[in-house]
């Protein structure tokens, strides 16, 4: 007695079609969950109407610490900073970086809730330390572009008053010639 075998064909074919529909449901939904939703914030800052003033934190100026600061900011209406967290930056810069946000004023047009969220950049560099002469008054300072806040400070070097000084010719032989 023999067996009696099935036609495959139109079960496979339904089958291929229940995997077709199944798979793109599947990825249908993924790029509907990865789509910006209207209520996620906006990435981009508002425009920036006053800056805080310069600071740059002395310890952080005496170790010679640099780098960017990322901030999440919340935004009232009228370009108030109502809070300020820390993403992600050195530990000796953030204090500086959340009181420099919460002294900024914004203009915030986009902000339609009490408070809108941001995310913000507030970098700290370093100019070209001084040595033996005075310290350039112009320093710190702060400027503003694309969503970055830069603080410039900077650093004192360390000045050795005997560079400045020569000796005379006989100091070269005499083990006695010293500063008076």
Wanted: proline letters at 12%.
């Amino acid at each position: 007695m023999r067996a009696r075998t099935r036609d495959a064909g139109p079960i496979l074919a339904s089958m291929k079609q229940v995997a077709v529909i199944l798979l793109s449901a599947a990825l249908f939904s993924t790029a509907i969950a990865q789509s910006p939703d209207a209520a996620s914030p906006p990435h981009g800052p508002p425009s920036i109407t006053k800056l805080p003033p310069p600071f740059y934190p002395p310890i952080a100026l005496a170790a010679g610490v640099w780098g960017r600061v990322d901030l999440n900011i919340a935004v009232q209406p009228d370009g108030a900073v109502v809070s300020a967290d820390v993403m992600s930056g050195p530990p000796m810069l953030r204090e500086a970086a959340i009181e420099g946000a919460k002294q900024t004023r914004f203009d915030c047009a986009r902000c339609v809730l009490p408070s809108t969220q941001f995310r913000i950049v507030y970098s700290f560099e370093l100019a070209e330390a001084y040595y033996c002469n005075p310290p350039d008054p112009s320093y710190p300072r702060v400027s503003q572009s694309a969503g970055v806040v830069t603080f410039t400070g900077q650093p004192a070097g360390t000045c050795d008053p005997s560079a400045t000084r020569v000796r005379a010719a006989k100091c070269l032989y005499l083990w006695k010639c010293g500063w008076r």
